[in-house]
């Protein structure tokens, strides 16, 4: 077992080998600086360990549960090994289903398929996207968090007394603003109101210790790609019986136990949701990075190493007036090293754009996905978040601090042009290893229809 970092060292080394760690990106003005990664909550890079991983087992790669040959039966137990060790890494019930899915985004609609239809399914206003749209197109209620995460658990515990409840859908951690919530109270008060609890784990299972049988929460749903496994998998754990019953996710081959012209038998959780041919890459890896995160949050140093980061953020960002950071809970203590904050008078995304091509700086701009939550703590303003993991260190934390004082320095600037709801500094992206965006490409998606 690792032992924990020294407290002198914490923060200075990344925990662990991550891919891409060092790589050098271009300069608007010229030259090139190591790439500070500070948006580790919206995706990680991948662990050398995991890409490693991928790159073993891919001369192995073949069809999983199809084929018969030798390698479509080493494919077919690589991904079911991969599903048990996600289940242990999750601490899920021996009867608990893992159903592979693309993302959390999938995880919760299938859930949503799945819970039944009576009754409203209840969550908080602070929640991702990815936890509310999915409830909008049903029976629900969303509960305007509180002051306090007291008073939240307080008035959750009152809605389910005054309402039918099959499910609270919650987060972990907000993606906004890194604060974790009080799951086991949360869970307590559902159960005791015969609710089931569903946790969006996208922001808390990089950084926390995730057991559901002592939580006893019911499911949770996880993406690979802010896991360090950014492969195309992600997961949902949980009880058998809804998803048992649901119709099934992804209708086609391998969901199936008969088919007539007239009429299917589906067939049981998990392979009743995974139809089409799966995504083994995506599961091994993520069930790669699940065995490094078990080791290095049940020795403490993901604790320590996204503590001490936080830690200096946040005193970094209260060194410049200008900065306000936000927060949900006034008593909130625990949170994971995601810091959300507005430049005040400042334009976020042309903050974002500055430190991206003037100091090789990435960080987010924007709503988050959490427009509900943004609109009432924001003021509907757009705001900037800075997010760490184990690869980052006190230096890009400091370098964030150092950029954000010289806009302030040099602002207003020149020299960047808004498209499509985002500013692109004119000229930038010339030397980019691959070809840049043509902007004027009518194919293209519009930057901004994808609006976060
Ligand atoms: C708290 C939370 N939930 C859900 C999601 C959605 O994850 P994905 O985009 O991987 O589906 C995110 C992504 O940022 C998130 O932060």
Redesign the pocket.
């Known amino acids: 077992m690792t032992l924990p970092r020294p407290p002198g060292d914490t923060g200075r080394k990344p925990l662990r080998e991550l891919v891409g760690a060092g790589i050098m990106v271009p300069l608007l003005h010229g030259g090139e600086a190591p790439y500070a990664n500070l948006d580790c909550?919206?995706s990680t890079p991948s662990l050398a360990q995991v890409s490693a991983r991928v790159a073993e087992v891919l001369p192995w790669y073949s069809s999983v549960h199809r084929g018969s040959g030798y390698l479509s039966m080493v494919s077919t137990s690589l991904y079911e090994s991969a599903r048990t060790t996600l289940h242990e890494f999750l601490g899920a019930r021996a009867d608990d289903v893992v159903i592979f899915t693309?993302?959390?985004?999938?995880s919760?609609n299938l859930l949503a398929k799945a819970a039944p239809k009576g009754g409203e399914v209840v969550y908080l206003d602070v929640?991702?996207h990815?936890?509310l749209l999915p409830w909008q197109s049903r029976d629900s209620y969303c509960l305007t968090a509180a002051r306090t995460l007291e008073e939240t658990v307080e008035r959750l515990r009152r809605t389910l007394e005054k309402r039918e409840v099959p499910l609270v859908a919650i987060?972990g951690?907000?993606?906004v603003t890194g604060e974790t919530v009080p799951l086991s109270s949360v869970v307590q008060a559902a159960h005791d109101h015969g609710a089931r609890v569903a946790v969006?784990g996208?922001?808390l299972a990089p950084h926390r210790r995730i057991d559901l049988s002592a939580l006893d929460a019911d499911y949770l749903?996880l993406?690979g790609?802010?896991c360090y496994a950014p492969f195309g998998a992600?997961i949902l754990v949980g009880r058998r019986d809804w998803l048992d019953e649901a119709p099934a996710h992804l209708a086609g081959g391998g969901a199936i136990e008969r088919v007539t012209v007239e009429h299917t038998d589906w067939a049981p959780a998990p392979a009743r949701h995974e139809g089409g041919t799966p995504n083994a890459i995506g599961a091994v890896a993520l069930a790669e990075a699940s065995l490094v995160l078990d080791e290095l949050i049940n020795d403490g140093s993901i604790g320590a190493h996204e503590a001490a980061l936080r830690g200096r953020l946040v005193a970094g960002l209260g060194s410049i007036k200008e900065v306000r950071q936000l927060r949900i809970w006034e008593d909130s203590t625990e949170a994971v090293g995601v810091v959300a904050f507005e430049l005040v008078g400042h334009d976020a995304a042309l903050v974002a754009a500055y430190l991206a091509s003037e100091h090789a700086i990435g960080v987010r701009a924007g709503k988050?996905?959490a427009h509900p939550l943004i609109d009432r703590i924001n003021g509907g303003r757009n705001a900037l978040r800075a997010s760490v993991g184990i690869g980052t260190t006190t230096e890009d934390v400091d370098r964030l601090v150092d950029g954000l004082k010289n806009y302030l320095a040099t602002a207003p600037l020149e020299g960047y042009s808004f498209v499509d709801g985002s500013y692109v500094p004119d000229g930038y992206g010339r030397s980019a290893p691959f070809p840049a965006v043509d902007l004027r490409d009518p194919r293209r998606a519009p930057l901004g229809a994808y609006r976060s």
């Open positions: 909550a919206a693309r993302n959390t985004t999938d919760l929640e991702h990815a936890n987060t951690a907000s993606n969006d996208a922001q749903a993406s790609h802010k992600g988050f996905c």
